[in-house]
């Protein structure tokens, strides 16, 4: 049995999963970028 979702409602999940998503991506930089400053820039340097 499926749930039939009025024109608003699927607005609003799209708006929220926009969001979340968003979300995500902010904190993985902001993990990236912690990362960066605690091992130092130089890291991106090295050679392969």
């Given at each position: 049995?499926?749930?039939?979702m009025t ?42």
């Open positions: 049995m499926s749930m039939v024109p608003d409602e699927l607005k609003a999940r799209k708006r929220r999963n926009v969001w979340i998503a968003l979300s995500i991506a902010a904190f993985i930089v902001l993990v990236f970028a912690i990362t960066l400053a605690k091992l130092g820039a130089g890291v991106l340097e090295r050679p392969l």
